[in-house]
């Protein structure tokens, strides 16, 4: 893992972030800010290591699943219950997902899934939120603002990749100093 000291502007650097809409406005913020000397200060340069990202997206795909578990299961289940079946089975079948992969070939279980499994869950979100937004009833605009969110950070990956050059100009600019 790289590492940038005493910058903490570093903590802008896009490449500390996953999502696309990260990256982006990590970007903008990046170049607003001002060289920062800090003393002592050590960041690592991982994508996957801010936690606000992490949980920011982890919680939205959770609620949003669980929102479209219980618009399938309010019909079947006595109302107040319903709410927390949808939760239950979201974050159950999230794990099943997650350790479907331990159960592969040898050779699935000695590497490291994380692309894979983050496909897997979008996917399968993505795939309720199609079918919910030609729905009637308050699943539908829930179901259209997953696709608006989806959307945006499409728009967001289309911007950093033209983007590119620049980003990492400032970035080994930052990095090397």
Known sequence: ????????????????????IFRLTAWLLLRRSR?????????????????????TVGIWLTANAS????????PYIFRPVAPVV???????GFQVLITAFAFGPRSWRQQNHIELQSFTHMFVVTVAAIHFAGTDGWIRWVAWAFLLVLGI?????????????????????????
């Open 1 to 20: 893992m790289r590492i940038v000291r005493d910058r903490a502007d570093a903590r802008w650097l896009p490449s500390r972030y996953r999502f696309a």
């Open 35 to 55: 060289s920062e000397i800090r003393e002592g200060l050590v960041l690592g340069i991982d994508r996957d290591q801010n936690a606000v990202e992490s949980y």
């Open 67 to 74: 929102l479209f578990l219980l618009a399938f299961f309010q």
């Open 86 to 92: 949808a939760f239950l089975v979201t974050v159950i």
């Open 153 to 177: 950070n499409t728009a967001a990956a289309a911007a950093v990749r033209g983007l590119r050059g620049r980003i990492d100009a400032a970035e080994r600019e930052i990095v090397a100093s």
